[in-house]
């Protein structure tokens, strides 16, 4: 085990205090309405807990990865789980395209506002027709003057409509016209509440209080100096983001596999039946042990793979399998979690049935198990490609 600074016990203690503040009261009553937590975000942003890894000349603590994911599994592990975490994942940890290539003047722009909470970044990715291939987007981005005009769709873009800017990923390059499928893309940030760009909200299984919707952009201007890094390069810039931001959803998987354990472990000692607690029965023990077990595998990974990124060592391998342990995790604790309770765990007010719900997010977000183990037959493996 990694052993933790006294710096960072504080942080987990201080963080896991504010968390619980808001109980599974407040949770469940804004997932039953479908209500972002305001309330949540605002206590996070006054108690200075945004821009983790943000460095600290643009509003943040600037601190490394081992501590976001330190904090990522707390927040989970709150009565909000994904719904807690999720609503203020980009302020947490701000968005690497933009630390590692914008210029000091767009990072003092759109870092520090979402460092200091007064607002929150969207990002617009996933295509309906491109899925998990990102060189096959259509969105095109066009030169016209000083700027860029923007046209196309997006999908699964959470929190649009709650926030005040978006960092779109567009074609500035045709794919057919471009030298090879990784060329042509390029980043740019746009007002999210721009007449350009439309939104519905998707109807989802869980996540209730952080909304995604489906985005259609209709000849949205960006002036130049909103472009992320270098035209054409944004596929290499977006690299930069995978790795971190699977570090941190297996952080929060691992939090949240956390949360539904400690509910059905509490449940299992204080449930009587036939004169004794039902976790006496191995049928109900053993689950919850292996789940405990799998968890605590999973978050040691997590902290490997957080380590070598803080180190500045590759680290793909070690985050693509945190992730894939956690989400397994998460997804089985939940799901054990709801047979502990029995026909209880199928009522809402007992929260485990939110959790299992949350839980399936990551086994297909940002990116399927079945596309892990792809990665993992290829670089570790050295199996021939499979797509």
């Known amino acids: 085990m990694i052993e933790q600074s006294e710096q960072q016990r504080m942080m987990v203690s201080e963080i896991r205090k504010l968390a619980e503040s808001f109980d599974a009261a ?6 039953r ?13 006054e108690g200075g807990w945004f821009g983790i890894t943000i460095p600290e000349e643009y509003g943040g603590h600037g601190l490394g990865m081992v501590d976001a994911a330190l904090v990522a599994r707390e927040l989970a592990r709150s009565p909000g789980g994904f719904n807690g975490v999720m609503s203020v994942h980009t302020n947490m940890f701000g968005l690497e ?5 914008g210029t000091h003047e767009q990072k ?6 979402i460092a200091e909470g007064q607002h929150m970044m969207a990002v617009a990715i996933t295509e309906p027709d491109a899925g998990f291939d990102t060189t096959k987007i259509r969105t ?14 997006k999908t699964w873009l959470s929190r649009l409509r709650e926030s005040k800017t978006v960092l779109i990923v567009a074609r ?7 030298e090879k499928k990784t060329k042509g893309i390029s980043l740019f940030v746009a007002n999210a509440d721009d007449p350009a760009i439309s939104a519905t909200r998707i109807p989802a299984l869980g996540r209730h209080t952080v909304p995604s919707y489906d985005v259609g952009i209709d000849g949205l ?10 035209e054409g390069e944004g596929f290499y810039h977006l690299l930069n983001v995978l790795n971190p931001e699977r570090i941190s959803v297996a952080a929060e998987a691992v939090g949240l596999g956390q949360l539904a354990l400690d509910r059905a472990c509490r449940y299992a000692r204080e449930r009587v039946i036939f004169d004794r607690p039902i976790g006496a029965n191995q049928a109900i023990s053993f689950p919850l042990a292996e789940g405990c077990t799998r968890l605590e595998a999973a978050w040691l990974m997590v902290l490997h793979a957080a380590t070598l990124y803080d180190a500045g060592q590759p680290c793909g391998t070690q985050s693509n399998m945190a992730k894939y342990l956690a989400a397994e995790a998460a997804y089985e604790v939940s799901h054990r979690a709801i047979q502990t309770f029995g026909g209880h765990g199928y009522a809402v007010d007992n929260d485990v049935e939110r959790l299992w719900r ?30």
Request: glycine fraction near 4%; charged fraction near 25%; charge should be positive.
């Open 172 to 178: 500035t390059t045709p794919l057919d016209e471009a």
């Open 140 to 153: 095109r981005a066009v030169r016209d003057g000083k700027g860029y005009r923007i046209t196309g769709r």
């Open 33 to 45: 309405k479908q209500e972002f937590p305001w309330a949540f975000y605002r206590a996070l942003s």
């Open 221 to 230: 201007w960006v002036p130049e100096e909103n472009l992320i890094g270098t």
């Open 26 to 31: 407040y949770w469940r009553d804004l997932d």
């Open 108 to 113: 003092l722009r759109f870092l520090k506002p």
């Open 97 to 101: 395209p933009i630390m590692k290539y």
């Open 358 to 387: 949350e839980s399936r997010l990551a086994l297909i977000a940002p990116i399927s198990q079945e596309m892990i183990m792809n990665y993992v037959a290829e670089h570790v493996l050295d199996l021939p490609r499979s797509h």
